[in-house]
């Protein structure tokens, strides 16, 4: 089982819509919780993280966690077509390996003009 | 501000070559230094991570090894290069200790031939 799991996609909204992405992780104890996007041929860039159960706003970005059920998900009001790009989940484990970052496969997300 | 290099940003190399990759960071002190390699349309492998001068952990056994000489340099190597090993490199840097994030360098893609 992988520590943490993403639908591949594509995922394709039209232009104005709001896009939702899920991930979800198998370690109970994860203590933190990262979205970030990458164009093709690019590196990584950070776009929102989050600790705490409930959401979290910065912008058309909304970051939501639940520990419990063990998902977060990025929600993505009025997309636009810059917004097309695959999404990358991260998590950091519990316990002693907290320097260390689980990445997802990624969810290519494909906005309609 | 802080700033993360790589070099170099392409690389062709034939099978049975060695490797070297070097990733600086700048504006920061005692960083966690990670390197990653990304297949294509893959997602992120973890290589290795350092939290400190000449502390390495390897995280998948393979052909190759990374060092970190100095606090904010971190270098990937190979002796030999296989096809396999064709991908795009990621160094990245985070500041230790629970829940910070990670940032991304700019990435060297290297095709073995």
């Known amino acids: 089982q992988k520590e943490v799991e993403q639908n591949s996609g594509p995922l394709s909204v039209p232009e104005g819509a709001i896009a939702s992405l899920n991930c979800t992780y198998s370690?109970?104890?994860?203590?933190?919780f990262f979205w970030y996007r990458q164009y093709s041929g690019k590196s990584p860039e950070l776009i929102m993280f989050?600790?705490?159960?409930g959401d979290k706003e910065d912008g058309r970005f909304t970051a939501q966690l639940n520990k419990a059920s063990q998902y977060v998900s990025l929600l993505i009001r009025d997309s636009q077509p810059s917004d097309s790009a695959t999404y990358l989940c991260?998590?950091?484990?519990?316990?002693?390996?907290?320097?260390?970052?689980?990445f997802g496969s990624g969810t290519k997300l494909n906005v309609k003009p | 501000s802080q700033t993360i290099h790589q070099w170099p940003a392409t690389l062709v190399q034939p099978v049975g070559s060695p490797l070297s990759l070097e990733c600086t960071v700048e504006?920061?002190?005692?960083?966690?230094l990670y390197w990653y390699r990304q297949a294509a349309g893959r997602g992120l492998q973890l290589l290795f991570y350092?939290?400190?001068?000449?502390?390495i952990s390897s995280e998948v056994p393979q052909n190759l090894s990374a060092s970190r000489p100095q606090d904010r340099q971190f270098i990937l190597s190979s002796k030999k290069l296989l096809l396999s090993d064709s991908g795009f490199y990621l160094c990245?840097?985070?500041?230790?200790?629970?829940?910070?994030?990670?940032?991304f360098g700019p990435g060297t893609r290297l095709t073995v031939t």
């Open positions: 990245a840097w985070s500041v230790p200790g629970h829940g910070y994030e990670q940032y």
């Open positions: 370690d109970r104890g994860s203590q933190s």
């Open positions: 989050i600790y705490s159960n």
């Open positions: 991260a998590v950091t484990p519990g316990g002693y390996n907290f320097n260390k970052f689980y």
């Open positions: 504006g920061t002190s005692n960083p966690n």
């Open positions: 350092s939290v400190g001068i000449g502390q």
